[in-house]
């Protein structure tokens, strides 16, 4: 079995989510969603619309999806990785460079954005109604 492996706060899911969770999981049997936790995102100076327990259930809803683990720290990757037996890393491309040292321990794929659509988008427009 081929195990995909991503992260991030999935937050107001939007089609730029569902597009490049159906592509890891293209890649592979088994796509685990490292999904940054509220304490994690407060370290991240970001503020999440939606709490981990509800982004967590909504990423268990949809098909792509065969597992959520916390991502609590930039540092626990490597531990990830090995812990999981990953097989693929992905990450979108405005990431470019910055897990290649995961290389030595898995294949690093980074995925083209969607155009046009993020959370940061979607939070800006909703300012201005």
Same mark, same amino acid.
């Given at each position: 079995?081929k195990?995909v492996?991503?992260?991030g706060?999935?937050?107001?899911?939007?089609?730029?989510? *569902?597009?490049?969770?159906?592509?890891?999981?293209?890649?592979?049997?088994?796509? *685990? /969603?490292g999904l940054s936790?509220?304490?994690?995102?407060?370290?991240?100076?970001?503020?999440?619309?939606?709490?981990?327990?509800?982004?967590?259930?909504?990423?268990?809803?949809?098909?792509? /999806?065969?597992e959520?683990?916390?991502?609590?720290?930039w540092?626990?990757? *490597?531990?990830?990785?090995?812990?999981?037996? /990953?097989?693929i890393? /992905?990450?979108?491309?405005?990431?470019?460079?910055?897990?290649?040292?995961?290389?030595?321990?898995?294949?690093? *794929?980074y995925?083209?954005?969607?155009?046009?659509?993020?959370?940061?988008?979607?939070?800006?427009?909703?300012?201005?109604?």
């Amino acid at each position: 079995m081929k195990k995909v492996l991503t992260y991030g706060t999935f937050d107001l899911l939007h089609t730029g989510h *569902i597009n490049i969770l159906k592509r890891a999981k293209e890649l592979g049997d088994h796509l *685990i /969603v490292g999904l940054s936790t509220d304490e994690f995102n407060l370290m991240k100076h970001k503020e999440a619309y939606h709490s981990y327990e509800d982004r967590k259930l909504i990423l268990e809803a949809i098909k792509y /999806v065969d597992e959520v683990i916390p991502e609590n720290n930039w540092e626990q990757k *490597i531990k990830d990785v090995l812990d999981h037996e /990953v097989d693929i890393f /992905v990450m979108g491309e405005d990431w470019k460079g910055h897990f290649d040292f995961l290389k030595e321990l898995c294949q690093v *794929i980074y995925l083209p954005r969607t155009t046009g659509v993020s959370t940061t988008k979607i939070k800006t427009d909703l300012k201005r109604v």
